[in-house]
């Protein structure tokens, strides 16, 4: 037998949304970077991007384990002294929710140009609107796959 290695032309990308709401942020993250990846297809080849374009909506309705939300993250500005910080919660709450699951999802994947590229073939909406309609996106219920991925 040979091994199977997949080519550009081998290649069959979906469209699947998946509604946050209700749903742990790091068992959604590890959902979803598995589907950019492409790891849940028979035909995963590790240096192709065969992974499918993920939709994920209601991001501000994400929840949080523990002591989670009071958790600071920082950032630099670059300048003497430039160090900020914010709690996870704080972001939930702020103008851009849709943050947090970015970031998780993108510290699940490795750190590389492939990645990289994966990550543009996710979006994220605080909202239950995602405009993307014409695409025809399955419904991936994330719900139903684990009760422990849902917290109420």
Known sequence: MKTFSATPADIEKKWIVIDA????????????????????KPTF???????????????????????????????HTGHPGGIKSR????????????R???????????GNRLSRKQMTHLRVFAGAEHGMEAQKPEVLDVKSMNKKNTRV
């Open 21 to 40: 709401e209700g749903v742990v942020l790091g068992r959604l993250a590890s959902i979803v970077a598995n589907r950019l990846r492409g790891k849940h």
């Open 45 to 75: 080849t590790p240096h192709m991007d065969m992974g499918d374009n993920v939709i994920v909506i209601n991001a501000d309705k994400i929840q949080l384990t523990g002591k989670k939300r009071e958790k600071p993250n920082y950032w």
């Open 87 to 98: 709690t996870t919660g704080q972001i939930l709450e702020g103008a851009h929710p849709e």
């Open 100 to 110: 947090v699951v970015t970031q998780a999802v993108k510290r699940m994947l490795q």
